[in-house]
């Protein structure tokens, strides 16, 4: 089913300069937003200290009609040498398309991504690397209703949910009991 200009859908967006926060500050109240974060360790002033940051610099996920989001677009245009630079762009595939987001993957990543770091492992998609494997669907416990494939990571099966072709990440441990295959 082809999504027309004015549905709603997840749309994977690219943010210059590592603006995504501040994007998605301006956002709020007129999208629904996402951001993949986690903590990272900073110096400042000689002092190390943890930091809530996006995951993946530059990325941001918006929900809502692409005419919209076009508009909001024009709004977040620098002018540097008398050429737009636009700070808010569309990600789009080797097809040239602009990617969008099944609304499936996008709940079941969001809801995983809001689990406590320990219990993830963030995976690295590189073209030509195999993400692929037996899915599953977990049946029972907080976790229910989640989506995945599983796949051989340090040695042990684990679960992992994507986002086709943008990033993806593994449960560290959840039990074969909780899960069924589809």
């Not at 245009?77 to 080797?94: G, R, V, W």
């Amino acid at each position: 089913m082809e999504i027309g200009p004015n549905d709603e859908a997840w749309y994977a967006m690219r943010v210059t300069y590592g603006r995504e926060l501040k994007i998605q500050e301006a956002m709020n109240g007129k999208f629904e937003t996402f951001i993949p974060k986690c903590y990272k360790t900073v110096e400042r002033f000689g002092k190390r200290h943890y930091e809530l940051t996006s995951c993946i610099s530059n990325l941001l996920f918006v929900y809502g009609s692409r005419n919209q989001i076009e508009e909001e677009r024009q709004k977040h245009i620098e002018i540097k040498d008398d050429k737009k630079y636009h700070q808010l762009n569309f990600i789009k595939n080797h097809e040239n398309e602009i990617i969008k987001v099944q609304n499936k993957q996008m709940e079941d990543f969001i809801r995983v991504s809001n689990l406590p770091a320990e219990e993830l492992i963030p995976l690295d998609i590189r073209e030509g690397e195999s993400l692929t494997g037996q899915r599953v669907k977990v049946i029972d416990g907080p976790l229910v209703g989640i989506e995945g494939f599983i796949k051989r990571i340090e040695g042990n099966k684990r679960v992992v949910v994507t986002i086709d072709g943008i990033l993806a990440t593994a449960l560290k441990f959840i039990s074969p009991s909780l899960l069924t295959k589809i």
